[in-house]
């Protein structure tokens, strides 16, 4: 239940970034530390594992925003497979550092949460 609160929060703070509707958007530094904080209890992440992850959501939170910025800027919606590769490309990377067990976690409780809400938020890629 933890995990799916946490990827719930994650996918919101996806949907926020993507929704260019105004609104307070939480800094990369902030998403990175809520998301950090979610996945060490939830997955009992080690020190190196947290630093790696630190990382790694920065590096595609900072991307996921450029790309918004990019598309906002030139009066168009982000692209949503862009946002998509996007997120494969760090879930690879998330996998190189979690064991199998803690990716499986992550990755099935991805899934129940598309399964339960789908877009709601009106925001694209997801996790």
Known sequence: MLLLAFLLAVNIGVFAQQGGQGGQRRTVEERVKAVLERLTTDLQLNKD?????????????????KMREDAQATGQ??????FMKLNAERDEKVKGVLTDDQFKKYKDAQEAMRQRGGNRGGGGGGN
């Not at 594992?49 to 925003?65: C, G």
């Not at 919606?77 to 862009?82: F, G, I, K, L, S």
């Open 77 to 82: 919606r982000p692209d949503r497979e862009a």
């Open 49 to 65: 594992q947290q630093v790696k992850l630190d990382s790694i959501f920065t590096k595609s939170y900072k991307a996921m925003d």
